[in-house]
């Protein structure tokens, strides 16, 4: 399970996007384009197809509770797409000359939904709830990094202090993860929230009114709401009077719902019916690219013979990841070429095409590798032994996407140039020993973030597993320089440097073959105005009205 | 007169017992049944593979050591496996179902929360299947053109998966026609589409043990003595042969409901319904073993609960059964 949520989903930051761009980006035209008055009143009807165990982003690793929580919790800062932070809850910020430590100003205007009034102790209630470790904090926790604590300066100033420099702190802060709860729901209720409902109470633009498991959940505008990051394109409350999503898992019945008016978004859409969505007068189709890391398959370093860099690089030239994707996905996803996604900040564009399908390359470093040898069913051999790979596989992550789908093109691929892969469905038990113990040849994963520090969770070597996703077990002391360099400064353009050299690295010496860029098919009604998408490729619902009926 | 007084004395009091004991007996069975239920689902939860701490956290998680330290504390995993099943038989007793892994809430209030979609959907079927069954038996037992005829539309319903059915329905009723909802749990007219996907099943079932039953019965000497009596075919077949044959259509449908907790899997998840069905699916694949066994628990009642609803209902049938019934 964990695997299928976190790892194909947007584990991260969700924050607005900015005004300027919502009105020029034409690729979200359409359904987003916001022409006309907006209208104030009615409700939104919004298809999606997961539920969230936990409902408490400071808790749950998934993404669907952040997206859940987004409207209901605002952060202390805002992320535009380019990755500009705004303010928000916090008007302003210092960052101490060592980068340790975060100095907030506050805004004094405003109180959460229960009356409560928000200010640095709320921050610091938040703060010590999400690091505290009776909370069990799966993924919030770990967007603080090397947390120290947090101190109330003076009721409006609050100063968030780490152990080492800290760069990436800003934009974790601006996700619903690191989202700010009425302190008198934490002090009341802190182990309700995973129950969601009316208990979950932020200083958002919409209320969370109401939830039944596995069927829908209900938001309600803050009609109070005077507070709206300057990323947002209005000020005061939102427009929708009520949000209702309907949790949807089967692809057929969302599809279903959508195309029939029985709802006025859905996401997502399966690629195969993405064009004729698009196709539909009263349809439109959005196509916003996650961030982050993108589904790549690592290749484990230490394990004889990927420790032999010809062979993995024979791996990477020989699996034809251009036609495979473009096949298996109806055109409609990105293939891959840096383990970043195109848009997370730091993207390395000079990998694009840099390594090209290479079938007769792969055959030749696979004869200088030594397996020179065929047997009866045509692999390589070398010492009699067969070119095999194992590479576990997660029935659950599987199925997403018709991953199922492209590991068999890929194991078509490699047999092609006589490697055998064999990819077992395990058991999540099995799984996680064979990963955390490095039992593996191939592992399959994604990561959604935006943020390229989610480099250093895959390639730095103290991100090995069961501490991070450091599934190549890589040991490399020039990536390990520059992704910790990059987590020390908040210099774009030195982290850019840090981050093109890692991006480089790791494809050079074929640690990792990335694959396809994850997207989220959004099918949307022309009804559905205002719309656009935050950087983590998650829908704003505060700027969005309906037009007419 | 005093006679008689003094025979009832003696009867009573002997029937009052024999029917403690008899619900003595019951009630133990009952328990017995839970308790293996209970035991084999927590055997069958510690040989799973691998660390229940990182079963329940999945691979490739960001959460700390200090996180997995704290779950494996508040979930008793450090314990020996003796004192964890002790404590889970205790908390059982009690009431307490333990605490899911995943969703952080009490089972028992989880289970309860989904318990009457659920119920409602299998109720729903159960009824739409048995009058289905009943009217398509009673009117082809017997007559080889009709027999012929609903054999096909039975065994079209008997194999085809139910996921596949709704998806159909959906389709015709709800994104072409648009009479019904797509989906939800809201009011009646959402609950008509999934249910009727759930009884086409399980009326291709029912409606052919039934046939075969009214045959058999109808063959039966008794019959033909009611046709020489002069009553119609109709009411011999409504009367008598009807009769005979509810029997096994009775045992099967209380197996047939029993499966529900199972067979709503589907149809939960294509019509989007809340239900112990869907709760059950989230349980597995996230691996969260409280719930799973919770579950586990309330099949192994439904079962218990149903097989004594139908014990009940035998003699209401089969006049012959009440005596049998009173001495043994």
């Not at chain 1, 780490?162 to 008198?184: D, E, H, N, R, V």
């Not at chain 1, 774009?492 to 050079?508: S, T």
């Not at chain 2, 039966?220 to 096994?248: D, E, M, N, Y």
């Amino acid at each position: 399970m964990s695997t299928q949520r976190k790892t194909g989903t947007a584990i991260a930051a969700v924050a607005s996007l900015s005004l300027v761009l919502a009105a020029c980006d034409s690729s979200s035209g359409g359904a987003s384009g916001a022409t006309g008055n907006p209208v104030t009143g009615g409700t939104l009807t919004y298809a999606i197809n997961t539920d969230a165990d936990c409902l408490d982003p400071h808790q749950s690793p998934a993404d669907v509770a952040g997206f859940f929580a987004r409207p209901i919790v605002d952060s202390l800062v805002s992320l535009d797409a380019a990755g500009k932070i705004y303010p928000w809850l916090a008007t302003s910020w210092t960052t101490s000359p060592d980068g340790k430590a975060y100095t907030f100003s506050l805004r004094t205007d405003v109180t959460f939904s229960d009356g409560e009034p928000f200010d640095a102790a709320a921050v610091k209630a938040n703060f010590d709830h999400i690091a505290a470790k009776t909370t069990k904090s799966q993924y919030a926790a770990s967007l603080f990094g090397p947390y120290a604590g947090t101190d109330v300066v003076d009721p409006y100033t609050v100063k968030v202090r780490f152990t080492q420099p800290f760069a990436p702190f800003l934009q974790a802060a601006s996700t619903a993860y690191l989202g700010i709860y009425s302190p008198k729901a934490l002090a009341d209720n802190a182990d309700k929230l995973c129950a969601g409902g009316p208990v979950a109470v932020g200083s958002g633009p919409f209320t969370f009114t109401g939830y039944t498991k596995g069927q829908s959940v209900v938001l309600t505008r803050n009609p109070g709401y005077a507070w709206a990051p300057p990323t947002a394109q209005h000020t005061g409350p939102a427009h929708l009077q009520t949000v209702t999503f309907r949790i949807l898992p089967e692809n057929s019945t969302r599809l279903g719902a959508l195309t029939s008016g029985q709802v006025d978004v859905a996401k997502p859409l399966p690629p195969a019916n993405a064009k004729t969505v698009g196709d539909t007068p009263n349809l439109s189709i959005e196509r916003p690219v996650s961030p982050g890391s993108v589904y790549s398959l690592y290749l484990n370093t230490r394990s004889a013979p990927l420790d032999d860099q010809r062979v993995r690089t024979a791996i990477q030239r020989g699996i034809d990841v251009g036609a495979d994707v473009k096949a298996i996905y109806f055109g409609q996803l990105d293939r891959a070429w840096s383990p970043l996604s195109p848009v997370t900040p730091a993207y390395d564009k000079t990998l694009e095409n840099s390594w090209p399908y290479d079938p007769a390359k792969s055959a030749q470093l696979l004869d200088e590798a030594g397996w020179t040898g065929r047997d009866a069913g045509g692999y390589r051999t070398k010492d009699g032994r067969r070119l095999t790979l194992s590479w576990p596989s997660l029935p659950a992550g599987d199925a997403k996407e018709s991953r199922d789908v492209l590991a068999q093109a890929i194991q078509a691929d490699l047999k092609k140039i006589g490697v055998e892969a064999q990819h077992p469905p395990l058991d999540v038990g099995t799984y996680s020993a064979k990963a955390n113990a490095g039992d593996f040849h191939l592992l399959d994963l994604s990561w959604a973030r935006f943020e390229p520090d989610v480099l250093r969770s895959f390639f730095n070597s103290a991100s090995g597993p069961p501490k991070g996703q450091n599934a190549s077990f890589l040991k490399d002391p020039e990536v390990d320089t520059w992704t910790n360099a990059g987590a020390a400064t908040a210099d774009e353009r030195l982290r850019a440097v840090d981050y093109a050299g890692v991006q480089h690295k790791v494809i050079d010496i074929a640690a990792v073959v990335p694959l396809y860029v994850p997207n989220r098919i959004v099918g949307v009604s022309k009804r559905v105005k205002g719309l656009s998408f935050d950087p983590n490729a998650w829908s704003l619902l505060y700027d969005v009205w309906r037009d007419g009926q | 007169m005093t006679a008689k007084i003094g025979g009832e004395r003696l009867v009573l009091p002997l029937r009052a017992s024999r029917r403690t004991r008899a619900v003595a007996k019951r009630v133990l069975a009952a328990v017995a049944v839970m308790w293996g239920a209970a035991t084999l689902a927590f055997i069958a939860l510690h040989l799973l593979p691998g660390d229940p701490v990182a079963r329940l956290l999945g691979p490739m998680t960001s959460a700390s050591e200090t996180v997995r330290a704290q779950i494996e504390h508040d979930f008793g995993f450090d314990q020996p496996v003796v004192v964890q099943y002790l404590r889970y038989l205790g908390n059982l007793v009690h009431g307490d179902l333990g605490e899911s892994y995943q969703l952080q809430q009490p089972v028992a209030k989880l289970i309860a929360d989904q318990l009457w979609p659920t119920v409602q959907l299998a109720l729903a079927a159960v009824a739409i299947a048995a009058v289905i069954a009943l009217v398509s038996a009673v009117v082809t037992a017997g007559r080889p053109v009709l027999r012929a005829a609903t054999s096909v539309w039975e065994l079209v319903a008997v194999s085809t998966p139910s996921y596949w059915v709704g998806i159909l329905l959906l389709t015709v009723f709800s994104f072409q026609l648009r009479i019904f909802p797509v989906a939800g749990g809201e009011d009646l007219a959402a609950l008509v589409l999934p249910a009727v996907t759930l009884a086409l099943s399980i009326a291709g079932v029912l409606s052919q043990v039934l046939r075969e039953g009214l045959e058999t019965a109808l063959t039966q000497p008794f019959a033909i003595t009611a046709r020489a009596r002069g009553l119609s075919q109709t009411g011999v077949r409504l009367r008598h042969a009807l009769r005979h044959a509810l029997l096994p259509v009775v045992t099967l449908m209380g197996w047939l409901t029993g499966t529900l907790l199972g067979g709503v899997v589907p149809v939960e998840t294509v019509f989007g319904r809340p239900g112990v069905g869907s709760l059950v699916l989230h349980a597995v694949t996230s691996n969260d073993m409280p719930l799973v066994m919770g579950v586990v628990l309330l099949s192994a009642l439904v079962f218990v609960l149903i097989s004594t609803v139908v014990d009940l209902l035998y003699p209401l049938i089969d006049p012959r059964l009440r005596t049998q019934g009173a001495s043994g």
